[in-house]
């Protein structure tokens, strides 16, 4: 046989979500972080919103204010930054948190149905029943870790060079721990009893590179150390930690390098 059975073609390296013609179905995983985007010789310069400018580049083109948060992306199978600055769409998802029948959209799916063109451009959104997030998508998303701050730099907010990256949410209980403001959604190291921003670093591209089953399970052991970010980590659990992961990567790596191509 060429190929393995269960081969299956990449999908696109895209990881920044792109409304298409028809339906979009998400599953929103973290909290957003918000702001003002202004756009710069085709480059977009984004604002924290307690630091909007008092006027555009483009006296003609005003700000917009924007959403940017974390999704997993049904149609392309990714996990993606889903950016919204259409008024229509951010109005539905707020009235949806603000019902009680429905709550803030992290237990349930969200279809976007975007029709027309241009300026006659509109879009519908539909949330789907209440349903348990699947376990490959949480894998992926600790796979793919993401800093949404970054945005705000005009960086790549998919780098491994960062230290912390934004928290999913993942359970009600998730819900509970989120940081009151989110444009500060990056958890930030307060206690000398946390690890170094260099071992975190370490840390986050070592867990980068293992199998996604035990990063899942590393994480939900963290979680229920009230640990969200890696720069978290107590400083006594790092010697333990870092050399569990390393030994997972190594034989994950070796693992794949044994499978015939």
């Not at 393995?4 to 929103?28: C, H, Q, T, V």
């Not at 600055?85 to 109005?91: D, E, K, M």
């Not at 970010?229 to 044994?258: C, G, H, N, S, W």
Request: hydrophobic residues 35%; aromatic residues 12%.
């Amino acid at each position: 046989m060429f190929l393995p059975k269960d081969y299956k073609a990449p999908k696109s390296s895209n990881y920044y979500a792109k409304l298409m013609e028809g339906e979009n179905k998400f599953r929103i995983l973290s909290q957003p972080i918000l702001g003002w985007e202004d756009w710069v010789e085709k480059k977009p310069m984004r604002y924290r919103m307690d630091a909007k400018p008092l006027k555009s580049h483009d006296p003609k083109k005003p700000m917009r204010h924007f959403w940017s948060m974390i999704v997993w992306n049904y149609n392309e199978e990714l996990i993606q930054i889903l950016h919204i600055t259409q008024a229509s769409i951010r109005n539905s998802i707020e009235a949806l948190c603000n019902d009680n029948d429905w709550g803030a959209p992290y237990f349930y799916d969200l279809k976007i149905i975007k029709s027309g063109d241009g300026m006659d451009t509109e879009y519908m959104i539909n949330p789907l029943p209440h349903k348990p997030l699947g376990e490959h998508i949480q894998a992926q998303f600790m796979d793919k870790p993401c800093n949404l701050e970054a945005l705000y730099d005009g960086a790549d907010p998919f780098s491994t060079e960062w230290s912390s990256f934004t928290p999913g949410v993942f359970s009600k209980e998730a819900t509970t721990n989120l940081l009151p403001k989110s444009t500060n959604l990056v958890v930030e190291k307060k206690s000398a009893d946390t690890i170094t921003a260099e071992q975190a670093k370490e840390l986050a591209v070592i867990i980068k590179y293992c199998q996604s089953d035990y990063q899942e399970e590393l994480w939900k052991t963290l979680r229920g150390l009230s640990v969200t970010a890696i720069d978290q980590v107590p400083k006594e659990l790092f010697p333990r930690i870092l050399a569990a992961a390393t030994k997972k990567r190594d034989e994950y790596q070796k693992m794949i390098a044994e499978i015939p191509f």
